[in-house]
């Protein structure tokens, strides 16, 4: 069983940066793949970026592809989104999510799900 907590969120000026942050509970973080998903009001959820248990592996989706970084430590069972050159369209809410089974953009295979923290970027 693993609890996610996301944290960072918060009212930003387009061209501005955030940095999320996602704590898990349990001792078997390192096992796990991470992702970052995100859900504007009205659309689907879709997905962000993914980091492999060990962090050596990450993929991102084009949209924020060179704006976004992904990173995790096992150490602290923490991941994190680092945000720059944010766009009004990148205002979602922003999930974290954690996969037994590897690094994939697929929602359906996250076994758990954070909360979620609101990123608004303002135009």
């Known amino acids: 069983q693993v609890q996610l907590v996301e944290s960072g969120g918060g009212l930003v000026q387009a061209g501005g940066s955030l940095r999320l942050s996602c704590a898990a509970s349990g001792r078997t973080f390192s096992r796990y793949a991470m992702a970052w998903f995100r859900q504007a009001p009205g659309k689907e959820r879709e997905f962000v970026a993914t980091i492999s248990s060990s962090g050596s592996t990450t993929y991102y989706a084009d949209s924020v592809k060179g704006r976004f970084t992904i990173s995790r430590d096992n150490a602290k069972n923490t991941v994190y989104l680092q945000m720059n050159s944010l766009k009004p369209e990148d205002t979602a809410v922003y999930y974290c999510?954690?996969?037994?089974?590897?690094?994939?953009?697929?929602?359906?295979?996250?076994?758990?799900w954070g909360q979620g923290t609101q990123v608004t970027v303002s135009s």
């Open positions: 999510a954690a996969n037994s089974n590897g690094a994939t953009t697929t929602s359906r295979w996250y076994n758990y």
